[in-house]
């Protein structure tokens, strides 16, 4: 038998101190796929951003970790839930991917 885990790998990350965006209309871009991703953005209570990673690419929290920092960083929204649904995207097409549905918010995401 083999010690290497099967599955999707769920990771939960969290950014406060956000600029709230108000309500919006649940944004979906991206197709999940052999190496690609959907994500997926919900209004959320609170000045929070909360991203939730099921990534079929096991191990890489470290990477995933990278990534959702630098999206904060560029975009520090507050009220929002981020969900990605990963088939082994690079994190290029992740960063584009998040741009994509943050452009789709009121005010491409700018309170």
């Known amino acids: 038998m083999s010690d290497i885990p099967v ?13 709230p965006v108000g309500t ?3 944004v979906l871009v991206g197709v999940v796929g052999s190496g690609n991703l959907e994500v997926m953005l919900e209004a959320a209570a609170g000045n929070s951003c909360s991203v939730r990673v ?3 690419a096991r191990g890489f929290g470290p990477i995933w970790q990278a990534v959702a920092d630098d999206f ?9 839930r981020v969900s ?3 088939m082994g995207a690079t994190p290029a097409v992740v960063s584009l991917r998040l741009d994509q549905a943050v452009a789709e918010l009121p005010q491409g995401g700018r309170a």
């Open 7 to 19: 599955g999707l790998e769920t990771l939960d990350f969290s950014f406060s101190g956000g600029r």
């Open 24 to 26: 919006f209309a649940p």
């Open 54 to 56: 099921e990534t079929s």
């Open 72 to 80: 904060f960083a560029r975009h520090p929204i507050g009220g929002v």
């Open 84 to 86: 990605i649904n990963d």
